[in-house]
């Protein structure tokens, strides 16, 4: 058990349709990464919250977005859903800005999107 | 856009083989980790290199950072069934900023 939540584990839903993925952090950790892991594309890093603020941008599409609240949990929100979008999306913490290349990132169990 | 890729793709071998795992790039890491993920969780780190030529022991799996920091090996003796697992490789470029670039993958299968 990493210490980082997500929910829902499961979700399936529709074409075109908006959904809410959650991310509670370790007590603590004051960054969150999020990633996408699709078979054709591998695990891709999608974007970094610290404490509340955007640090980083991968390759998130436009119709993602995400935010990191005051008590560090954080959403990402995905609209109009495609087939391509179906995947796992990871949600990862770490302690702090200062050295993230040499700090260990605590990935939660994920949750696995099917877009019908 | 910087790729790292990773080889065997795919790799089956019995329980007490050695196995290597390679993970290039034709861009230079400032540091390089090995994560395994395994099925139905999310990626573990298992190690960091940071320094050109730093070889790394973790009981039976030995890490290695090429000298040009542009490839690493993953290394494992005498594999067990515990072992099974995707093993993935991640670098953070120079010059990349905070993103983590995950390799493409290599999924082990040591059967008994």
């Known amino acids: 058990d990493s210490g980082v939540t997500q929910t829902p584990k499961h979700l399936i839903t529709a074409t075109g349709q908006r959904v809410t993925l959650r991310c509670s952090p370790r007590?603590?950790?004051?960054?969150v990464y999020w990633y996408q892991q699709s078979l054709d594309q591998g695990l891709q890093f999608l974007i970094q919250?610290?404490?509340?603020?955007?640090?980083a941008k991968g390759n998130i599409l436009e119709r993602f977005s995400a935010q990191q609240f005051p008590d560090l949990h954080s959403e990402l929100n995905l609209s109009s859903l495609e087939l391509g979008d179906s995947a796992l999306y990871f949600c990862?913490?770490?302690?702090?800005?200062?050295?993230?290349?040499?700090?260990?990132?605590?990935f939660g169990p994920g949750t696995r999107l099917l877009v019908l | 856009t910087q790729l790292l890729e990773q080889s065997p793709q795919f790799l089956s071998i019995q329980e007490g083989e050695n196995l290597t795992v390679y993970c290039n790039s034709s861009?230079?890491?400032?540091?390089l980790q090995w994560y395994r993920q395994e099925p139905g969780e999310g990626p573990v780190l298992l190690v960091t290199?940071?320094?050109?030529?730093e070889v790394k022991k973790l009981k039976r799996l030995t890490f290695q950072f090429g000298d040009a920091r542009k490839d690493s090996s993953l290394h494992i003796t005498a594999a067990q069934p515990g072992d099974t697992g995707l093993y993935l490789c991640?670098?953070?470029?120079?010059?990349?900023?905070?993103?983590?670039?995950f390799g493409t993958g290599t999924q082990l299968k040591v059967e008994l």
């Open positions: 990862a913490s770490s302690p702090s800005l200062a050295g993230p290349r040499m700090e260990t990132q605590y």
């Open positions: 007590s603590g950790d004051l960054s």
């Open positions: 919250y610290y404490n509340g603020e955007e640090r």
């Open positions: 861009s230079v890491f400032s540091s």
């Open positions: 290199v940071v320094t050109g030529g």
């Open positions: 991640a670098g953070f470029f120079t010059g990349g900023g905070n993103k983590l670039t």
